[in-house]
Structures are given as C-alpha cells and as structure tokens.
T-cell receptor, first 110, second 114 residues
Framework: SQQGEEDPQALSIQEGENATMNCSYK?????LQWYRQNSGRGLVHLIL?????REKHSGRLRVTLDTSKKSSSLLITASRAADTASYFC??????????FGAGTTVTVRA | GAGVSQSPSNKVTEKGKDVELRCDPI?????LYWYRQRLGQGLEFLIY????????KSGLPSDRFSAERTGESVSTLTIQRTQQEDSAVYLC????????????FGPGTRLTVL
C-alpha cells in the first residue's frame, strides 16, 4: 500500500507562477524525499528533508515538513515549461524501503 | 560516470511467455531496488538487494516474479508466464547504501503483454 498521498492529483499553472503540492503520510519516518518524473520514465531526485528538519531550499524548490501533521509540501517558484512533470513524495519507514505516493501531475502553460 | 541503465527500453511479449529485464546500477552502489509502475500510478516496491543478497522480497506480486543480482552489479528481474496485468514500466534504482540516501533511477523498461 502507498504510504504517501500527494494532493492535488493534477495542477495546471501559467509560466512564472508558483506551484504548490502536498504530501501526507501515515507512519513515522526518518526522512522524506521528493522526486520528479518526466514522460513516465526514470525518476530524478529533487530534495531530501530529514525528520528533524522543518524547511529546506534547493534553487527554486522549497520543501516543508510537519511531522506532527505527517505532511510535507513542495513549492516550485517562478515555474517554467521544463517543470512540467509528475512529482512524487517518498517516505522511508525503515532503512531501505521507500514508499511512493501516486504523484501530482504539473502542467506549466507557456 | 554513467547512471543506472536498463534494457530493453521496451518489451512487447505474448501472454504466457517469460521475460527478463536487466538493470546495470551505478558502479559502487551496494543497494539496488526494483519497482513497478502501472499507468498513472505511483511506484510499487518489488525487491531490494544489499550486495548480492535480497533481504526483502515482500513486494514481488507472485511466484512468477524472481530477481537475482550477481557480482554486486547487474540485476535481472524475470517474469515467468507473463499475464496482461504485468504490463507496466519496471524501474530499477541504486543507492550507495540505504534509503537514507537518494535513489538513482534508470529510465525503466516498458513491458506490454498482449
């Protein structure tokens, strides 16, 4: 079963706007990761946030983690057409297995 | 340095045939993972290798699925007597040690069972 659930399922925004997606999970975690997938193929790691961190930045990406609510958010600022992709959160409940959500499909319109 | 590679990139087979999917992880990565992704869905964990051993095979959907890894490098996922519900993209990933690190994914093998 999937541990993480992303919300919304799909998001359509204009180039230059910000995109925000959320991830909720059920059990306690060590860290949470966000991945991007283009065209249904291999995933690319975006960012990892540890359970004792609350916020992390990487370029135009900002991730927050609220362990009390078991939720995380991914914000992409100043979106570009190249950001069009599916975004997945992944959580680990042990030292090797990642559980992925169903993903948020983001479409950035030119 | 090369990333994770998988072959073939696409495989079309007839129901009942056996298929072998190959994964070449990043050199030096001890952990290797197989996932299955059905259309429009997230990734389902299939199996994890640490070195050549597979401590967790719990995600394999049935006894028609098996995997092996040799020389702490190449891994092969074998699906026997394929069924239409096996149609999916099969993704392989490797990481230096464990899931505490990011996983590096291959491009996947798209399997279509007719």
């Amino acid at each position: 079963s999937q541990q993480g659930e992303e919300d919304p399922q799909a998001l359509s925004i204009q180039e230059g706007e910000n995109a925000t997606m959320n991830c909720s999970y059920k059990t306690s975690i060590n860290n949470l990761q966000w991945y991007r997938q283009n065209s249904g193929r291999g995933l690319v790691h975006l960012i990892l946030i540890r359970s004792n961190e609350r916020e992390k930045h990487s370029g135009r990406l900002r991730v927050t983690l609220d362990t009390s609510k078991k939720s995380s958010s991914l914000l992409i600022t100043a979106s570009r057409a190249a950001d069009t992709a599916s975004y997945f959160c992944a959580t680990d409940s042990n030292d090797y297995k990642l559980s992925f959500g169903a993903g948020t499909t983001v479409t950035v319109r030119a | 340095g090369a990333g994770v590679s998988q072959s073939p990139s696409n495989k079309v087979t007839e129901k009942g045939k056996d298929v072998e999917l190959r994964c070449d992880p990043i050199s030096g990565h001890t952990a290797l993972y197989w996932y299955r992704q059905r259309l429009g869905q997230g990734l389902e964990f299939l199996i994890y290798f640490q070195g050549n051993s597979a401590p967790d095979k719990s995600g394999l959907p049935s006894d028609r699925f098996s995997a092996e890894r040799t020389g702490e490098s190449v891994s092969t996922l074998t699906i026997q007597r394929t069924q239409q519900e096996d149609s999916a993209v099969y993704l392989c990933a490797s990481s230096p040690r464990t899931a505490y690190n990011e996983q590096f994914f291959g491009p996947g093998t798209r399997l279509t069972v007719l």
